[in-house]
């Protein structure tokens, strides 16, 4: 591997160390330094600040996580509301993967997803995922509206992000976890997706009534 290469390596595996150790806001890049090694000057050879540093991180396992989303949206094994699920479940078992740096990754600095444009790609990437996710509630709800896909959308969301920050800490094997909280994703996301069909079901009456 070039010189230049391993310079940069060591950067990245020191911000990965010390912002999985102490939160990303809480390190600084002199620090990032002291630890791979080289001059605080250095790392802006390679990075322009730190949060171009985090994007670096986050790009190989968001790629990873939207791949495989990817496949099972366009797979022709599953029914719409397992093609929801499997993508929940999929999202819990990358938030617990990756607990130490999830926040960094997907909460920081995070803009609402119905902003047309950022200039973080990072926030790109996350409103990515969230555009997956509605697709996945849109398989389920083919005929509902956009604002009644986001709100179903974000109401999925809360409780996958809510179950992986109640577990960010807990000092467990993530197959442990996952075997625990996996049948609650399932039963979740399934008592969501039944509440829709509910307020599917009330629009169209209230429809009916109004002409």
């Known amino acids: 591997m070039p010189l230049e290469a391993q310079a940069r390596e060591r950067i990245l595996v020191a911000a990965k160390k010390l912002f999985a150790q102490k939160g990303y806001e809480q390190v600084t890049v002199r620090e990032i330094a ?47 509301q397992e093609k929801l699920i499997r993508l929940s479940k999929m999202y819990v078992h990358f938030g617990l993967s990756y607990r ?10 995070a803009i609402r997803v119905d902003v047309e444009e950022t200039i973080w790609e990072l926030n790109e990437r996350r409103i990515d995922l969230f555009m997956h996710l509605k697709k996945a509630v849109n398989g389920v709800f083919p005929s509902a509206d956009d604002k009644r896909l986001l709100d179903l959308s974000r109401m999925i969301y809360f409780v996958l992000h809510g179950i992986i920050m109640t577990y960010k800490d807990v000092d467990e094997r993530v197959n442990g976890i996952i075997k625990r909280i996996f049948p609650i994703v399932d039963r979740s996301v399934t008592y969501l997706i039944q509440g829709g069909e509910v307020d599917e079901s009330n629009k169209s009456i209230t429809t009916r009534v109004q002409n």
């Open 34 to 80: 002291r630890e791979a090694q080289c001059s605080h000057t250095s790392i802006y050879v390679y990075f322009e600040d730190k949060k171009q540093l985090l994007e670096a991180l986050a790009k190989e396992p968001l790629d990873r996580l939207q791949k495989s989303i990817q496949g099972t949206l366009t797979s022709n094994k599953y029914t719409s």
């Open 100 to 109: 130490n740096l999830y926040q960094a990754f997907l909460t920081l600095e």
